[in-house]
C-alpha cells in the first residue's frame, strides 16, 4: 500500500506563487509515475502535471510555462512549483502515484487565488 500527504496550499494573489509537496509512504517501486491533478468547484478531475520515472515531464496546456513538477526520490517527495497564479487555478490539487497497474491518491491540498 501507498500513502500519500500534500501539503503547501492556501490563500494568494493573482501573480503569486505557491510550492505544494507530496510526501509518499509505505511499497514504492522505481517504476512508477508521479502526478498532480486538479479538481475545480463544478468540473471534473483534471491533470496537470506528470513524471514518469524516466524523469520526463507533461504539462496541460493551462499551466504549460507557469507549473513545474519535480520529484526527490530519496525522500519520497514530489513538489509542484506554481508560478504566476491565476484565478482559473484556484481549485483542489491532488498528488497520485501510478505503479503496478493500481493508483494512489493524497487526500487533496486546497488553492485559492485572489484576483
Known amino acids: 500500500q501507498v500513502q500519500l500527504v500534500e501539503s503547501g496550499g492556501g490563500l494568494v494573489q493573482a501573480g503569486g506563487s505557491l510550492r505544494l509537496s507530496c510526501k509518499a509512504s509505505?511499497?514504492?517501486?522505481?517504476?512508477?509515475?508521479r502526478d498532480w491533478y486538479r479538481q475545480a468547484p463544478g468540473k471534473q478531475r483534471e491533470l496537470v502535471a506528470s513524471m514518469p520515472s524516466d524523469r520526463s515531464t507533461d504539462y496541460a496546456d493551462s499551466v504549460q510555462g507557469r507549473f513545474t513538477i519535480s520529484v526527490d526520490n530519496a525522500k519520497n517527495m514530489v513538489y509542484l512549483k506554481m508560478n504566476s497564479l491565476k484565478p482559473e487555478d484556484t481549485a483542489i490539487y491532488y498528488c497520485s502515484l501510478r505503479q503496478l497497474g493500481s493508483i494512489y491518491w493524497g487526500q487533496g491540498t486546497q488553492v485559492t487565488v485572489s484576483s
Open positions: 509505505g511499497t514504492i517501486f522505481s517504476d512508477n509515475v
